[in-house]
Each structure stands twice: as structure tokens, then as C-alpha cells.
């Protein structure tokens, strides 16, 4: 069964930081491009940053300097660094691995995680 479980989210204080986790079942994670998005309530779900499956990374300008993006093929999974948190980075965290993504387009990946709450509050 194929499934992509993300872990590591939770409530931190502004300039904080968190490590989200992206373990995949039942397909390696290594043949995929990997992104991680973001939506806040009442907002649309957004790209935040991307792996290619030859290890090219790329961030939106507005994580640029503050999320790091690694995978683990031995571990079979991907992680997102965030530091520096801000307020505004407050959202439901998801990852999702697409064979032919292309770049941040949602509609290009094919398999999505159930999403982890991520919550910058003092």
C-alpha cells in the first residue's frame, strides 16, 4: 500500500524552529520528486519547497533562507528544517511525491500525506 506519513509538527514560539518528517510506504521515495506544501485556514494550498530525484532543491521565496529540504533514502524519507519560524507560517503541513512533478503544481503529484499542523504563536 502505498502511503506518505508526515510527523514533527506541533506549537512553537516565533523564531523557533521544527523538523517535519515525510516517511513513505510501499514505493521509494528516491524515485520521486518530493514537495512539501502548506494551507492556513480560509488560504489555498501552496508550494513551499521541492527535491528533484537528482537532490536539486528549491524553496518559495517566502521560506528562502529558513526551510531546508533533505531526503534519507535509507530511511526512505524526506525532511523539511524550518527555522526562523514566523506567525504567518502557521498552516496544515503536507508532503507528496510525484514520479513527473512539475516543480510546485499540486495537480502534478500523485501520492499526498495526511498533512501536520504546524502552529508559530507566542
Known amino acids: 500500500q502505498v502511503q506518505l506519513v508526515e510527523s514533527g509538527g506541533g506549537l512553537v514560539q516565533p523564531g523557533g524552529s521544527l523538523r517535519l518528517s515525510c516517511a513513505a510506504s510501499?514505493?521509494?521515495?528516491?524515485?520521486?520528486?518530493i514537495g512539501w506544501f502548506r494551507q492556513a485556514p480560509g488560504k489555498e494550498r501552496e508550494g513551499v519547497a521541492r527535491?528533484?530525484?537528482?537532490?536539486?532543491?528549491y524553496n518559495t521565496d517566502s521560506v528562502k533562507g529558513r526551510f531546508t529540504i533533505s531526503r534519507d533514502n535509507a530511511k526512505n524519507t524526506v525532511y523539511l528544517q524550518m527555522n526562523g519560524l514566523k506567525p504567518e507560517d502557521t498552516a496544515v503541513y503536507y508532503c507528496?511525491?510525484?514520479?513527473?512533478?512539475?516543480?510546485?503544481?499540486?495537480?502534478?503529484?500523485?501520492?499526498w500525506g495526511q498533512g501536520t499542523q504546524v502552529t508559530v504563536s507566542s
Open positions: 510501499g514505493f521509494k521515495l528516491e524515485d520521486f520528486a
Open positions: 527535491i528533484s530525484r537528482r537532490d536539486i532543491t
Open positions: 507528496a511525491a510525484g514520479r513527473y512533478a512539475l516543480g510546485l503544481r499540486i495537480g502534478s503529484y500523485d501520492y
